[in-house]
């Protein structure tokens, strides 16, 4: 759930400066770079929290039997993947709505009646 929170919280706060900055609250809608932005900066906490769940100390068992010494690690994943990879994910989540300008909300519809062609005859 942490890591969750790790990524849309960034995202949220690129929101609400864009809007707050540009002095429209539609600025967000209408411009990529302010997600990309929110997913890179996602992406580099969510990696520095992986890296930091890594460095936590396992508990060291040994098999009474062997003699073999594990060191046991709680696993810190989400949907089976390291958090620490998540990071390169959301790197390549940013890559792509930069790539295809992929705004968070779609152009407004015109309004009804309106037509984009000439009218025929």
Known sequence: MTQISMTITPILVAELLCN???GTPTYWESHAWPLAAGFMTSAVVVWLLGRLLERRPGRLMQDLKTGQRVELRRPH????????????????IASVVLATNATPRP??????????HAPSR
């Not at 989400?78 to 994910?89: A, R």
């Not at 407004?108 to 984009?116: E, L, Q």
């Open 20 to 22: 707050k900055l540009a």
């Open 77 to 92: 994943d989400l949907f089976f993947i390291p958090v620490k990879y998540w990071g390169v994910i959301l790197v390549v």
């Open 107 to 116: 152009p407004r519809a015109r309004a009804a009646g309106s037509t984009t």
